[in-house]
């Protein structure tokens, strides 16, 4: 028995030249990025080169100018189009807004595209207000972990919702991928759709093989790349307990059996955790003969898993054709534990290998995720990325990307530091770059920087300042569970930072007070949200200043995962200590860098006991015209809410 049954071309042809008539044109979207009520911006991939193509929008067509349609041919048979079209007059809002995209040759593109649209809709469209109302978030999405993708169940919401009850964002806060940590089946149909799609090789440095069309993808190489293929420092790593052994890893995923190395598995990655089209063409045995009893066992859950990833895709796809997303990362879609400490980094970027891995991703993310955020910035921006990745030449027997430009392009990513952005919304949304400006730790260097340096900071809160209210997305929780942040504060100083995953925005004095003091701040805004995810759990909190009257007024809403959980049986141990040990008369407070802050928790379904909700979900909250969240949810999987209530009294605190 197979998962995916590739009934339209045999094993055999997917190693030489695919009839480029029998693949779909969409391979991938179309998904809304950045638009408001002068622009739409579409992202799709194709199978084939688009021409002359023009925009229908409420029945009118425009065609597209060549400077609105940001190509990128990402293999033989693959091109991604990024299409930012500006409106001559100012879209209507408050209303309905039907798309559709026209191409000379194929017609309407998105018409064979089956469960694109709501309500026998005839063409997919977007709904525009002039104030944020309601925003959708989350983070986390694995494809083989065991909860349910909560990305289905909102969709499921859209479609049983009206028009006017439709998101006005969907705001998404890391780990979109994960590229450490790739299941044994997903790892076969990556390979595959390479070789389906003619995506480039490279060629390795400082690599145990000389080039990505080396790797091997037999069961005897599955679930050993940490041990056969990743790479190992050339030097004893120092800890305060002493030293570890010579060689050790330099990717710390304890799930890095499948890290993807090279840029052509990472963007055959993206396209299948987004595309329900390419798996169709795909054969994933049930049973992969050659794996250990461990690892079969291994595989047929991860296969089972992945049964249901593929069988969600299509209601993803929807709810993404209709909603604008907007996108950051966060340390997995590039490698786990990614610039945790400085000692990490000088291991990560010294050695040749793991810094093309690295980069890598980084291009990954790039193309997949960045260029639709702000589509007239990035795309100007980061432009030397496609013009590398248009180079390839395809008419060679096997395409190669240019390995002096591809270090060049990994070189400018790596030293590239504007991948925050801003959205000028009511209220403003500030989306926050929290792994690429790290404030490191100068007295000692394998201790967790600060997430973001003193220079970030400062610019952040210049960006805030003259505002009333601004919603902030930040990948982790700027004010965490306590005695979880406690517990790594105690494993960090015996030298564990990276077992324990030990960054949060109080790990690091110089950052934490500076983000502290930027909320003290006379001129700070009145309404602060802040979203977030990361932890693999939900929770809110109501945040005031103590000894001040008035604002600012503070609300965190932390939302994770989209398809991730913590462990089922420990997070309720935390949950309990945690209300034990800071609850709001505890001394213990006092010895917390946020002492200056009331934070209250919000309960879950008004439960008078928990306070964390681990349930894979998305976040859901709505704004009044003030910019306060007056409700907060977490839409499940399976469809259950759970709505977070503020406590009655409101000088009380309990975490």
């Known amino acids: 028995m197979h998962l995916f049954t590739l009934s339209k071309l045999s094993d055999n042809k997917l190693d030489h030249d695919l009839p480029t008539q029998s693949l779909p044109l969409v391979i991938a979207g179309p ?187 037999d069961a005897s190489a599955l679930y050993l790349r940490h041990k056969n293929l990743l790479p190992t420092t050339d030097y004893p790593a120092a800890t305060p307990l002493g030293r ?150 395809y008419q060679a027997e096997t395409a190669y ?19 925050g952005y801003e959205l000028e919304t009511q209220p403003k949304v500030v989306v926050l770059d929290t792994r690429t400006q790290r404030w490191h730790r100068e007295s000692n260097l394998a201790k967790p920087s600060g997430l973001m340096d003193w220079e970030a900071l400062s610019q952040f809160q210049h960006n805030i300042l003259g505002h009333d209210q601004v919603i902030i997305v930040s990948p982790a929780p700027m004010f965490g569970v306590k005695l979880i942040e406690t517990i790594q504060k105690a494993v960090t100083m015996i030298g564990g930072s990276l077992l324990v995953d030990a960054e949060n925005w109080m790990a690091h004095p110089g950052a934490a007070n500076t983000l502290l003091s930027i909320f003290r701040h006379r001129r700070t805004p009145e309404q602060f949200v802040i979203l977030s995810g990361d932890v693999h759990y939900s929770f809110a909190y109501d945040i005031h200043i103590r000894f001040r009257h008035g604002g600012p007024q503070i609300h965190q809403i932390t939302a994770s995962g989209f398809k991730n959980q913590f462990p089922e049986k420990l997070l309720p141990w935390f949950d309990r200590i945690n209300r034990w040990l800071y609850g709001y008369a505890s001394p213990l407070n006092w010895f917390t860098r946020r002492k200056r802050m009331v934070i209250r928790s919000c309960r879950p379904n008004h439960a008078k006991q928990q306070r964390l909700v681990n349930k894979s979900g998305f976040g859901r909250v709505y704004f009044d015209e003030q910019g306060r969240p007056t409700q907060v949810q977490v839409v499940h999987g399976d469809q259950e809410i759970t709505e977070f209530f503020s406590p009655n009294n409101h000088h009380q605190q309990e975490p």
């Open 31 to 217: 998904m809304l990025r950045h638009c408001d009520s002068q622009q739409l911006t579409l992202w799709l991939v194709t199978s084939q080169p688009l021409t002359q193509l023009s925009l229908t929008v409420l029945a009118r067509t425009y065609p597209l100018a060549q400077d609105a349609c940001h190509c990128v041919r990402l293999g033989k048979h693959a091109w991604q189009y990024v299409l930012h079209w500006q409106s001559p007059t100012p879209l209507p809002l408050s209303t309905t807004i039907s798309y559709q995209l026209i191409d000379s040759q194929w017609g309407d593109v998105f018409a064979d595209i089956d469960e694109l649209n709501y309500s026998q809709q005839p063409s997919p469209s977007v709904y525009l207000r002039p104030r944020i109302e309601q925003v959708l978030h989350g983070s986390c999405r694995q494809a083989h972990h065991h909860s349910d993708d909560a990305l289905v169940a909102a969709d499921h919401t859209l479609a049983h919702s009206v028009q006017e009850q439709r998101p006005d964002l969907l705001l998404m806060s890391g780990d979109q991928v994960y590229i450490d940590d790739i299941a044994g089946p997903m790892l076969m149909a990556i390979a595959q759709v390479i070789r389906l799609l003619g995506l480039p090789q490279e060629h390795f440095s400082g690599a145990a093989i000389p080039n990505s069309q080396a790797i091997n993808y």
């Open 244 to 393: 570890w052994y010579r060689n050790h890893p330099i990717f710390t995923s304890s799930l890095a059996e499948n890290h993807l190395v090279s840029v052509s598995e990472i963007m055959a990655l993206y396209l299948l955790v987004w595309s329900p089209e390419l798996w169709q063409w795909l054969d994933i045995p049930k049973q992969l003969p050659g794996l250990s009893a461990v690892n079969q066992l291994r595989w047929q859950q991860q296969w089972q898993e992945l049964l249901m990833f593929k069988a969600g895709l299509s209601k993803v796809r929807r709810l993404l054709a209709h909603v604008p997303v907007y996108m950051i990362f966060d340390d997995h879609d590039i490698t786990d534990d990614w610039n945790l400490t400085a000692k990490w980094e000088q291991a990560a970027y010294g050695h040749e290998f793991s810094r093309q891995i690295i980069g890598n991703a980084l291009i990954g993310y790039s193309l997949f995720q960045c260029l639709g955020n702000r589509p007239e910035r990035f795309c100007h921006e980061l432009s030397f990325v496609s013009d590398w990745l248009n180079r390839v030449d």
């Open 401 to 419: 990307v240019d390995s002096q430009q591809q270090a060049q392009v990994i070189s400018r990513l790596l030293s590239y530091s504007s991948w």
